[in-house]
């Protein structure tokens, strides 16, 4: 099996035995940070060595491949800096989990390069998928929220509603429903962070479908420019 590669593998409720080459990825990771290496360039080397699509570790399944498209490239790299996190000052750690684009100081074409074709599609399937169609939702519901504080409302909660609705089409819980209908999940062990991801990339699947290509790209474009303010 290729580097490059990520193959779709089963999950079992025990920890999952690790190939040597996802063992070499976190021995690689570790001895470059170590080494006093940058974090983004040590972090790709073993993205690169990884392996497994998913994994269970320490009781917990960790999916790295949603719906067999999108590459969770930031779960797997918290998954890399376990054993070598206690290396890292505290506060690069915890900026390191709040980045949006996680490797947004490296070339495009180095991440290209490095990860090869088969998981670079995957990054950029999740950041669009995923990363993106979360920032859409979020910039809906603050123009909703600028709209009902104009009209002299406060509005407190997240208004799925309302945001679904302008975005999808429908109301939450349908959607919802036609999600659980087309994946038919029956795992009880815990998964990080939750199955929302599967839910969000399936929600953009289905606007692309839905959707005409200018409402596409100008939701795009929308999501885009939210992210920048935040990073920014």
Wanted: charged content about 25%; some cysteine.
């Amino acid at each position: 099996m290729h580097g490059n590669e990520i193959p779709v593998s089963t999950h079992t409720y025990q920890d999952t035995f690790l190939p040597a080459s996802c063992d070499e990825a976190l021995k690689r990771v570790t001895e470059r940070i170590n080494a006093g290496h940058d974090w983004s360039s040590s972090l790709l080397e073993g993205v690169n060595l990884w392996t497994l699509s998913q994994e269970v570790y320490e009781g917990r399944w960790y999916r790295y491949l949603i719906q067999g498209e999108a590459f969770d490239l930031k779960l797997l790299t918290y998954r890399l800096l376990q054993p070598s996190k206690s290396l890292i000052p505290l506060d690069e750690y915890r900026r390191f989990l709040l980045r949006a684009n996680l490797l947004g100081g490296i070339n495009e074409s180095e991440i290209r390069r490095v990860l090869g074709p088969l998981k670079y599609q995957g990054y950029l399937n999740y950041w669009y998928g995923i990363t993106v169609e979360m920032a859409l939702q979020l910039a809906v519901f603050s123009e909703v929220r600028k709209e009902q504080a104009g009209r002299g409302r406060i509005l407190k909660r997240y208004n799925l509603t309302e945001v679904y609705g302008r975005i999808y089409g429908a109301i939450p819980a349908t959607l919802f429903e036609n999600f659980k209908q087309t994946f038919d999940h029956t795992d009880s062990i815990k998964s990080v962070f939750g199955d929302s991801k599967e839910f969000l990339y399936w929600l953009f699947k289905r606007r692309i479908s839905i959707c005409e290509k200018e409402r596409v790209a100008s939701d795009t474009k929308k999501a885009l420019e939210w992210l920048q303010k935040q990073e920014s």
